[in-house]
């Protein structure tokens, strides 16, 4: 008989820790399961923040909205006259939480059929191959044990001083999306990815919205270029964004909330909003997590530390998702999950986090993986650009979608493919062709010698691996020599 309760336990149920649970559990080994989340009425739910109150929801309520905004404003062109639209914002939300119940519930039939156990309530690393586990409605702990144990906790949305939350009229993103009427004026703090999606859906709905992004400079995590024509395409929709602009202060005031704010020159103002939402990033859920007398170490912003395949300083203990180093992706801590179990399978399972791709799921999308151009020059390496706008491409223009632009980087000396830059409708899909170049270190001529599917917005894909060596065909350039 084994002195171990399971050969793992997880800790947290989001994308890292549910995936690590489900491959381990593939793999043969005893596996279990710890999560604290429930809905609004108390009932249990896997998939964490993501599923329950993040990813899912969001892309949910930015579908429905864009469904809306095109209704209103571009079916006519095509023809559809329609009158009296009116929007249901309550059968809104119901689809959406209908869309995070199947999915929740499709976890749990997976966990069932794998032979997870799903623990329900809370879990504490009381050091290596310890855990104590109280389940829901209990006071007192239960010791589990197991030969390893992954930390999976997720995060939570950041905060302000400057703006404490009320989750009335000055909301976290979580709160951004359960508001029950559309606010006349929307102030965002942040305009980062969680800000201009949330913008993004309330504005398409009708709101007036402005967002106050305290860097200088927008999206520096992007490439510039296409960082400067993302930020024009998005005040054509109607999003103000005033870089520079710093909160000094955000109160609740009667039915709505007053924000004091410096802009980018210095002067100090207040505007008056019917709702605020502080999108100002996410941070470790790590508080609670383990016992002060486990030993695990944390650097300074309180995410665990790890090494290249996830392991902390603890024997048998790993870490994963958005409480360690890296991006705060679901698939980013997916991918850990499965590398992790891997490992404690007795695999080999990697992750090249050079290659992780990330998306704003605004209309159009916005999506990269890869360095830009200027860390190609900072690095020192020789490189070559492709490019092509989507107005020249024949399905975006056959769907009035030629907003975008598409641009990869290759190797000037080996061609080898470095990275993809994508501002187009479907970035999110299209991003992944390149991922799988990138992932078999395919060369920019292996993308142009691809046949794609006519007509399709994949083509500007193939388009701009044609650039490379100068040869796009539909891009009325100069032409130079290419190489044969």
């Given at each position: 008989?084994?002195?171990?309760?399971?050969?793992?336990?997880?800790?947290?149920?989001?994308?890292?820790?549910?995936?690590?649970?489900?491959?381990?559990a593939q793999l043969g080994l005893r596996t279990a399961c710890i999560d604290r989340w429930r809905d609004r009425e108390g009932t249990p739910?896997?998939?964490?923040?993501?599923?329950?109150?993040?990813?899912?929801?969001?892309?949910?309520?930015?579908?429905?909205?864009?469904?809306?905004?095109?209704?209103?404003?571009?079916?006519?062109?095509?023809?559809?006259l329609v009158g009296g639209i009116t929007l249901d914002l309550a059968q809104t939300h119901a689809r959406k939480q209908a869309a995070v119940?199947?999915?929740?519930?499709?976890?749990?039939?997976?966990?069932?059929?794998?032979?997870?156990?799903?623990?329900?309530?809370?879990?504490?690393?009381?050091?290596?191959?310890?855990?104590?586990?109280?389940?829901?409605?209990?006071?007192?702990?239960?010791?589990?044990?197991?030969?390893?144990?992954?930390?999976?906790?997720?995060?939570?949305?950041?905060?302000?001083?400057?703006?404490?939350?009320?989750?009335?009229?000055?909301?976290?993103?979580?709160?951004?999306?359960?508001?029950?009427?559309?606010?006349?004026?929307?102030?965002?703090?942040?305009?980062?990815?969680?800000?201009?999606?949330?913008?993004?859906?309330?504005?398409?709905?009708?709101?007036?919205?402005?967002?106050?992004?305290?860097?200088?400079?927008?999206?520096?995590?992007?490439?510039?270029?296409?960082?400067?024509?993302?930020?024009?395409?998005?005040?054509?929709?109607?999003?103000?964004?005033?870089?520079?602009?710093?909160?000094?202060?955000?109160?609740?005031?009667?039915?709505?909330?007053?924000?004091?704010?410096?802009?980018?020159?210095?002067?100090?103002?207040?505007?008056?909003?019917?709702?605020?939402?502080?999108?100002?990033?996410?941070?470790?859920?790590?508080?609670?997590?383990?016992?002060?007398?486990?030993?695990?170490?944390?650097?300074?912003?309180?995410?665990?530390?790890?090494?290249?395949?996830?392991?902390?300083?603890?024997?048998?203990?790993?870490?994963?998702?958005?409480?360690?180093?890296?991006?705060?992706?679901?698939?980013?801590?997916?991918?850990?999950?499965?590398?992790?179990?891997?490992?404690?399978?007795?695999?080999?399972?990697?992750?090249?986090?050079?290659?992780?791709?990330?998306?704003?799921?605004?209309?159009?999308?916005?999506?990269?993986?890869?360095?830009?151009?200027?860390?190609?020059?900072?690095?020192?390496?020789?490189?070559?650009?492709?490019?092509?706008?989507?107005?020249?491409?024949?399905?975006?223009?056959?769907?009035?979608?030629?907003?975008?632009?598409?641009?990869?980087?290759?190797?000037?000396?080996?061609?080898?493919?470095?990275?993809?830059?994508?501002?187009?409708?479907?970035?999110?899909?299209?991003?992944?062709?390149?991922?799988?170049?990138?992932?078999?270190?395919?060369?920019?001529?292996?993308?142009?010698?691809?046949?794609?599917?006519?007509?399709?917005?994949?083509?500007?894909?193939?388009?701009?691996?044609?650039?490379?060596?100068?040869?796009?065909?539909?891009?009325?350039?100069?032409?130079?020599?290419?190489?044969?």
């Open positions: 008989m084994s002195e171990y309760d399971y050969d793992l336990i997880v800790i947290g149920a989001g994308p890292a820790g549910y995936v690590a649970a489900l491959r381990a739910r896997l998939g964490g923040t993501c599923l329950n109150a993040g990813c899912i929801p969001s892309k949910a309520l930015l579908e429905s909205s864009l469904r809306y905004a095109r209704l209103r404003d571009e079916f006519a062109e095509h023809g559809v119940q199947r999915l929740t519930q499709g976890i749990a039939g997976l966990f069932s059929a794998q032979g997870v156990d799903w623990l329900k309530g809370e879990g504490r690393l009381l050091g290596p191959r310890r855990v104590a586990f109280v389940p829901h409605g209990r006071k007192k702990p239960r010791t589990l044990a197991a030969e390893h144990i992954v930390l999976a906790p997720g995060s939570h949305p950041g905060t302000l001083d400057t703006a404490p939350v009320d989750g009335t009229y000055i909301v976290d993103s979580d709160g951004a999306l359960e508001f029950a009427e559309v606010p006349k004026r929307l102030a965002i703090v942040g305009a980062g990815v969680i800000g201009l999606e949330l913008g993004t859906v309330w504005r398409r709905f009708g709101a007036e919205v402005l967002l106050l992004e305290a860097q200088d400079t927008f999206l520096p995590i992007a490439d510039a270029g296409f960082a400067r024509l993302a930020l024009k395409s998005y005040a054509s929709q109607g999003l103000e964004i005033r870089l520079g602009a710093r909160v000094l202060d955000a109160r609740v005031s009667g039915h709505g909330a007053r924000v004091h704010y410096s802009d980018a020159d210095g002067e100090e103002r207040q505007e008056r909003f019917d709702r605020v939402i502080v999108a100002v990033g996410r941070r470790p859920s790590t508080g609670g997590l383990y016992s002060d007398d486990s030993g695990l170490q944390l650097d300074e912003r309180r995410f665990i530390g790890v090494d290249t395949h996830c392991r902390t300083n603890l024997p048998g203990v790993w870490a994963i998702g958005d409480a360690v180093r890296g991006p705060m992706l679901a698939h980013k801590g997916a991918e850990e999950g499965i590398m992790v179990a891997e490992r404690i399978a007795g695999g080999q399972g990697e992750i090249n986090y050079e290659h992780i791709p990330a998306v704003i799921y605004t209309e159009p999308e916005f999506a990269w993986v890869g360095p830009t151009e200027e860390q190609l020059r900072q690095a020192g390496i020789p490189y070559r650009s492709g490019r092509f706008p989507l107005a020249a491409n024949g399905r975006a223009v056959a769907q009035g979608e030629t907003d975008g632009e598409i641009k990869l980087l290759a190797h000037a000396e080996t061609d080898r493919l470095l990275a993809a830059h994508i501002f187009a409708p479907q970035a999110s899909e299209l991003v992944a062709q390149a991922m799988i170049a990138l992932s078999l270190q395919g060369s920019a001529e292996d993308l142009a010698r691809t046949l794609y599917a006519h007509p399709s917005l994949s083509e500007a894909v193939h388009e701009a691996a044609l650039d490379i060596s100068g040869c796009a065909l539909h891009l009325a350039k100069p032409r130079r020599k290419s190489e044969t």
